[in-house]
Protein backbone atom coordinates (compact mmCIF):
# COMPACT_ATOMS: atom_id res chain seq x y z
CA UNK A 1 0.00 0.00 0.00
CA UNK A 2 1.55 2.86 1.27
CA UNK A 3 4.92 3.38 3.47
CA UNK A 4 6.11 6.14 6.23
CA UNK A 5 9.21 6.83 6.66
CA UNK A 6 10.68 9.23 9.18
CA UNK A 7 12.26 13.04 7.97
CA UNK A 8 13.00 16.33 8.90
CA UNK A 9 14.00 16.75 12.62
CA UNK A 10 13.00 15.89 16.13
CA UNK A 11 14.08 16.06 19.61
CA UNK A 12 12.67 15.28 22.85
CA UNK A 13 14.44 15.34 26.16
CA UNK A 14 12.68 11.49 27.13
CA UNK A 15 10.01 9.29 25.95
CA UNK A 16 7.25 10.75 28.63
CA UNK A 17 7.37 14.29 27.21
CA UNK A 18 9.12 17.37 28.22
CA UNK A 19 10.32 17.37 31.65
CA UNK A 20 8.49 19.84 33.55
CA UNK A 21 11.19 22.13 35.35
CA UNK A 22 14.50 23.03 34.30
CA UNK A 23 15.81 21.19 37.71
CA UNK A 24 14.35 17.80 36.23
CA UNK A 25 15.91 18.67 32.94
CA UNK A 26 19.17 19.19 34.88
CA UNK A 27 18.76 16.08 36.72
CA UNK A 28 18.62 14.18 33.97
CA UNK A 29 21.50 15.33 31.44
CA UNK A 30 23.77 17.88 33.78
CA UNK A 31 23.74 21.46 34.15
CA UNK A 32 24.14 23.88 30.90
CA UNK A 33 28.05 24.33 29.91
CA UNK A 34 28.53 28.33 31.26
CA UNK A 35 28.19 31.76 29.31
CA UNK A 36 31.72 31.79 28.92
CA UNK A 37 31.82 28.01 27.49
CA UNK A 38 32.30 27.53 23.66
CA UNK A 39 31.68 23.89 23.72
CA UNK A 40 28.67 22.89 21.56
CA UNK A 41 28.68 19.66 22.39
CA UNK A 42 24.73 17.38 23.01
CA UNK A 43 24.71 18.76 25.94
CA UNK A 44 24.37 22.09 25.08
CA UNK A 45 22.15 21.64 21.88
CA UNK A 46 19.91 19.63 24.22
CA UNK A 47 19.64 22.57 26.36
CA UNK A 48 19.40 24.78 23.70
CA UNK A 49 16.73 23.14 22.23
CA UNK A 50 14.83 22.59 25.64
CA UNK A 51 15.12 26.11 26.46
CA UNK A 52 13.23 27.36 22.83
CA UNK A 53 10.44 24.67 23.67
CA UNK A 54 9.51 25.99 27.08
CA UNK A 55 9.77 30.02 25.85
CA UNK A 56 7.24 28.71 23.14
CA UNK A 57 4.87 26.20 24.42
CA UNK A 58 2.60 26.39 27.14
CA UNK A 59 2.73 23.45 29.94
CA UNK A 60 -0.27 21.79 28.85
CA UNK A 61 1.34 21.41 25.14
CA UNK A 62 4.86 19.57 27.09
CA UNK A 63 4.33 16.01 24.65
CA UNK A 64 4.55 18.10 21.47
CA UNK A 65 6.96 20.84 22.82
CA UNK A 66 9.58 20.27 20.38
CA UNK A 67 7.27 20.12 17.11
CA UNK A 68 4.94 23.14 18.53
CA UNK A 69 8.07 25.14 19.13
CA UNK A 70 9.14 24.77 15.16
CA UNK A 71 5.85 25.88 14.37
CA UNK A 72 6.11 29.11 16.54
CA UNK A 73 9.46 30.12 15.06
CA UNK A 74 11.52 29.41 18.34
CA UNK A 75 13.00 26.00 17.11
CA UNK A 76 14.76 25.96 14.12
CA UNK A 77 14.60 22.30 13.29
CA UNK A 78 12.63 19.04 14.65
CA UNK A 79 13.09 15.34 13.75
CA UNK A 80 10.01 14.39 12.65
CA UNK A 81 7.71 12.09 10.70
CA UNK A 82 5.76 12.52 7.20
CA UNK A 83 2.17 12.89 8.83
CA UNK A 84 3.28 16.60 9.68
CA UNK A 85 3.70 17.40 6.35
CA UNK A 86 0.38 18.80 5.62
CA UNK A 87 -0.30 20.11 9.05
CA UNK A 88 3.28 22.84 8.52
CA UNK A 89 1.81 23.24 4.66
CA UNK A 90 -1.01 25.45 6.21
CA UNK A 91 1.06 27.68 8.26
CA UNK A 92 1.09 31.19 6.91
CA UNK A 93 3.59 33.02 9.04
CA UNK A 94 6.75 30.33 7.99
CA UNK A 95 7.56 28.08 5.27
CA UNK A 96 9.02 25.08 6.75
CA UNK A 97 10.70 22.24 4.69
CA UNK A 98 11.94 19.03 4.63
CA UNK A 99 14.76 16.75 4.75
CA UNK A 100 16.39 13.38 4.66
CA UNK A 101 17.58 12.12 7.79
CA UNK A 102 21.20 12.21 7.99
CA UNK A 103 23.66 8.96 7.77
CA UNK A 104 24.74 7.72 11.61
CA UNK A 105 27.95 5.84 10.82
CA UNK A 106 28.16 4.53 7.56
CA UNK A 107 24.73 2.77 6.70
CA UNK A 108 21.33 5.05 6.72
CA UNK A 109 18.64 4.01 8.90
CA UNK A 110 15.06 5.48 9.34
CA UNK A 111 12.12 4.26 11.01
CA UNK A 112 8.86 3.50 8.81
CA UNK A 113 5.84 1.56 8.74
CA UNK A 114 2.68 0.89 6.06
CA UNK A 115 -1.05 0.52 5.88
CA UNK A 116 -2.09 -2.87 4.42
CA UNK A 117 -4.93 -4.74 3.11
CA UNK A 118 -4.73 -8.61 4.37
CA UNK A 119 -7.29 -11.46 3.06
CA UNK A 120 -6.98 -13.87 5.94
CA UNK A 121 -6.72 -17.39 5.72
CA UNK A 122 -9.89 -19.29 6.77
CA UNK A 123 -11.90 -22.76 7.02
CA UNK A 124 -14.33 -21.77 4.44
CA UNK A 125 -14.39 -18.72 1.87
CA UNK A 126 -16.97 -17.09 -0.31
CA UNK A 127 -15.43 -17.21 -3.73
CA UNK A 128 -17.27 -13.88 -4.50
CA UNK A 129 -15.97 -12.01 -1.90
CA UNK A 130 -12.61 -12.98 -2.06
CA UNK A 131 -12.42 -11.90 -5.52
CA UNK A 132 -14.37 -8.65 -4.64
CA UNK A 133 -11.21 -8.44 -2.68
CA UNK A 134 -8.56 -8.99 -4.72
CA UNK A 135 -10.57 -6.89 -7.00
CA UNK A 136 -10.44 -3.71 -4.66
CA UNK A 137 -7.07 -4.13 -3.61
CA UNK A 138 -5.67 -4.19 -7.39
CA UNK A 139 -7.26 -1.16 -8.44
CA UNK A 140 -6.64 0.96 -4.52
CA UNK A 141 -2.44 0.13 -5.41
CA UNK A 142 -3.10 1.34 -8.89
CA UNK A 143 -4.53 4.33 -7.71
CA UNK A 144 -3.13 5.22 -4.49
CA UNK A 145 -1.51 8.15 -5.89
CA UNK A 146 -4.36 10.24 -4.68
CA UNK A 147 -3.75 8.30 -0.98
CA UNK A 148 0.11 9.79 -1.32
CA UNK A 149 -1.66 13.62 -1.09
CA UNK A 150 -2.12 12.62 2.57
CA UNK A 151 1.12 12.28 3.02
CA UNK A 152 2.20 8.90 2.10
CA UNK A 153 5.02 7.53 0.13
CA UNK A 154 3.20 5.06 -2.71
CA UNK A 155 4.70 1.40 -2.22
CA UNK A 156 4.14 0.95 -6.04
CA UNK A 157 7.34 1.75 -7.92
CA UNK A 158 5.59 2.90 -10.84
CA UNK A 159 4.30 5.71 -8.63
CA UNK A 160 6.55 6.53 -6.65
CA UNK A 161 8.50 7.32 -9.48
CA UNK A 162 5.79 9.24 -11.11
CA UNK A 163 5.43 13.01 -11.83
CA UNK A 164 2.69 13.26 -10.01
CA UNK A 165 4.36 11.88 -6.86
CA UNK A 166 7.53 14.07 -7.73
CA UNK A 167 5.25 16.90 -7.95
CA UNK A 168 4.66 16.59 -3.96
CA UNK A 169 8.15 18.21 -3.47
CA UNK A 170 7.50 17.96 0.69
CA UNK A 171 7.51 14.50 -0.13
CA UNK A 172 10.85 13.90 -2.07
CA UNK A 173 13.12 13.55 0.49
CA UNK A 174 10.82 10.83 2.43
CA UNK A 175 10.79 9.10 -0.85
CA UNK A 176 14.66 9.29 -1.49
CA UNK A 177 14.73 7.30 2.38
CA UNK A 178 12.49 4.54 1.63
CA UNK A 179 15.97 2.58 0.49
CA UNK A 180 16.70 3.05 4.52
CA UNK A 181 13.56 2.05 6.04
CA UNK A 182 13.55 -0.70 8.73
CA UNK A 183 10.68 -2.38 10.04
CA UNK A 184 10.43 -3.92 12.94
CA UNK A 185 10.27 -7.66 12.80
CA UNK A 186 7.14 -9.47 12.36
CA UNK A 187 7.20 -11.37 15.87
CA UNK A 188 5.24 -11.58 18.86
CA UNK A 189 5.36 -9.86 21.43
CA UNK A 190 8.52 -7.16 19.35
CA UNK A 191 6.68 -3.98 20.95
CA UNK A 192 7.79 -5.15 24.34
CA UNK A 193 11.82 -5.63 23.09
CA UNK A 194 11.39 -2.16 21.26
CA UNK A 195 10.76 -0.64 24.35
CA UNK A 196 14.34 -1.73 25.72
CA UNK A 197 15.54 -0.32 22.44
CA UNK A 198 14.21 3.24 23.15
CA UNK A 199 15.21 3.17 26.89
CA UNK A 200 18.86 2.42 25.74
CA UNK A 201 18.83 5.51 23.18
CA UNK A 202 17.50 7.46 25.54
CA UNK A 203 19.92 6.48 28.00
CA UNK A 204 23.15 7.45 25.77
CA UNK A 205 21.76 10.84 24.30
CA UNK A 206 21.02 11.89 27.67
CA UNK A 207 24.31 11.00 28.99
CA UNK A 208 23.46 8.74 31.94
CA UNK A 209 25.77 5.79 30.63
CA UNK A 210 28.68 5.22 27.63
CA UNK A 211 26.67 4.72 24.44
CA UNK A 212 27.83 1.30 23.53
CA UNK A 213 26.99 0.17 26.75
CA UNK A 214 23.82 1.59 27.15
CA UNK A 215 23.10 0.14 23.87
CA UNK A 216 24.55 -3.02 24.46
CA UNK A 217 22.26 -3.60 27.78
CA UNK A 218 19.40 -2.85 25.97
CA UNK A 219 19.81 -5.48 23.08
CA UNK A 220 20.68 -8.05 25.68
CA UNK A 221 17.15 -7.28 27.88
CA UNK A 222 15.41 -6.78 24.45
CA UNK A 223 16.74 -10.62 23.28
CA UNK A 224 15.61 -12.02 26.72
CA UNK A 225 12.43 -10.45 26.04
CA UNK A 226 11.91 -12.20 22.58
CA UNK A 227 13.58 -15.48 24.22
CA UNK A 228 10.84 -15.46 26.65
CA UNK A 229 7.79 -14.23 24.55
CA UNK A 230 8.50 -17.16 22.16
CA UNK A 231 7.95 -19.59 24.69
CA UNK A 232 4.64 -17.46 26.22
CA UNK A 233 3.38 -17.92 22.46
CA UNK A 234 4.61 -20.86 21.70
CA UNK A 235 6.33 -19.37 18.59
Known amino acids: ?7 GCRRRASRSGWPASTSAFTALIGAPASASSTAR ?6 WALYEAALAACRPSSADHADYLALKNGRNVFNWQGIWQVNDV ?4 TFEIGTAQIPKIGGNGGVWGNSHQFVLPRKTTTDENKTNASRYFINWFTKN ?3 WAES ?3 PARKDLADSGQFAAMTALKSFGADVQYVH ?25 KQDPAAALT ?3 Q ?8 NAKKYGV
Open 1 to 7: MSSATSG
Open 41 to 46: GPRTCA
Open 89 to 92: ATLK
Open 144 to 146: AIT
Open 151 to 153: AKV
Open 183 to 207: FPPSVPGIDDALAELYTGVNTAVLL
Open 217 to 219: ASA
Open 221 to 228: RANKILTD
